[in-house]
């Protein structure tokens, strides 16, 4: 069975921490993503990947960085919580060009305080 | 720019009933890709279809069926015969031509169904 595993599923920050999510998938993909979730937004593109060491900025950079080191694991670096970064974090994977679906882990719900 | 717009903010349907799903979308490609999740209260989307512009033939699955019209920008998603289970966010998504990487999509901001029993 595929599977995207986030490594929290809630977690609670203090305002000015260094926030990591991590995020693994067990199917060899070549891309992987992040997206935030909030009410009335939908889903927005934060920073994704299509190989390992390489990213590129989504929609909405501003505030995170991403890691991927290995083929199966990308991180999310939030360098200085704010308050405004509360919300679900989404982690997807896909095989590569021309791929037919997205898989997606179960959130993060990161609250900042 | 690409934009989804989904107008339905919240349904509710009773068991049984049939219920649709709009989606409305914008972009300047003549090749996109066109996709409908399924968010359960467990948190992770579940992929239900993937559509290409060039195909405009609805398609079904069980209980599920989509219309593609081009001529007004709508991938429209309908439920037939409603179960409990139905109950989730469903979010529509649009990727570009230069884009066939599933994942890297425009979402609309979701529609919450909920079916009672």
């Known amino acids: 069975d595929v599977k995207v595993t986030q490594s929290s599923r809630y977690l609670v920050k203090r305002t000015g921490e260094k926030v990591f999510l991590e995020c693994v998938q067990d199917?060899?993909?070549?891309?992987m993503f992040w997206y935030r979730q909030d009410p009335g937004l939908g889903l927005r593109l934060i920073y994704f990947?299509?190989?390992?060491?390489?990213?590129e900025k989504g929609d909405i950079p501003e505030g995170y960085s991403v890691s991927r080191e290995k083929k199966e694991r990308f991180s999310l670096i939030l360098e200085s919580a704010s308050t405004n970064q509360t919300s679900m974090y989404l982690c997807a994977s896909s095989r590569g060009q021309g791929a037919i679906e997205a898989f997606f882990g179960q959130g993060t719900r990161l609250t900042v305080v | 720019a690409q934009k989804v717009t989904q107008a339905q903010t919240e349904i509710s349907v009773v068991e049984k009933e049939d219920v649709t799903l709009d989606c409305v979308y914008e972009?300047?490609?003549?090749?996109?890709?066109l996709f409908w999740y399924k968010q359960p209260p467990s948190g992770e989307l579940v992929f239900l279809i993937r559509?290409?512009?060039?195909?405009?033939q609805n398609e079904i699955s069980g209980r599920y069926s989509w219309n593609f019209q081009k001529s007004t920008s709508s991938f429209n998603f309908t439920i037939t015969a409603s179960q409990v289970v139905d109950s989730a966010v469903y979010f529509c998504?649009?990727?570009?031509?230069?884009?066939?990487?599933?994942?890297?999509?425009?979402f609309g901001d979701g529609t919450t169904l909920t079916v009672k029993p």
């Open positions: 199917m060899d993909h070549e891309n």
């Open positions: 998504a649009l990727s570009e031509r230069y884009n066939t990487n599933a994942g890297k999509s425009t």
């Open positions: 972009t300047r490609d003549t090749t996109y890709y």
């Open positions: 990947s299509y190989d390992v060491k390489m990213k």
């Open positions: 559509r290409n512009s060039f195909d405009e």
